[in-house]
């Protein structure tokens, strides 16, 4: 069974850093791309960002570009989002996501989250002074 298990989500003042962590359960993620989303309360799901599972690609949303990270470790079956100069904008449920879906494949819906089909749980991040 595919699963997924998010960890690292904390409580943070603004400026501050985290790291996310997406594990893979029952399948290897050196075939898979992975997207990160979040969720603020009474907001859409909205993509933060991307990494595809052959050449490395990454996307990211632009709230989030310079800050955010994305990375994999195929060894660990992890995909890791490093999280810099967060704001109290970036407040959210993180999740991680996957799908067998060509248009996330090939990262023409890297961010949209109706095109993925297996997310994790979440995990809680929370910047405030």
């Known amino acids: 069974q595919l699963q997924l298990v998010e960890s690292g989500g904390d409580s943070v003042q603004p400026g501050e850093s985290l790291r996310l962590s997406c594990v893979a359960f029952?399948?290897?993620?050196?075939?898979?791309?992975i997207g990160w989303f979040r969720q603020a309360p009474g907001k859409e799901r909205e993509g933060v960002s991307y990494?595809?599972?052959?050449?490395?690609?990454?996307k990211y949303a632009d709230s989030v570009k310079g800050r955010f990270t994305i990375s994999r470790d195929n060894a660990k079956n992890t995909v890791y989002l490093q999280m810099n100069s967060l704001k109290p904008e970036d407040t959210g449920v993180y999740y991680c996501?996957?799908?067998?879906?060509?248009?996330?494949?090939?990262?023409?819906?890297?961010?949209?989250?109706?095109?993925?089909?297996?997310w994790g749980q979440g995990t809680q991040v929370t910047v405030s002074s």
């Open positions: 990494i595809s599972s052959s050449d490395g690609r990454t």
């Open positions: 996501a996957t799908t067998a879906r060509w248009s996330v494949v090939d990262g023409t819906s890297a961010l949209s989250a109706d095109e993925y089909d297996y």
């Open positions: 029952g399948f290897s993620l050196d075939w898979y791309a």
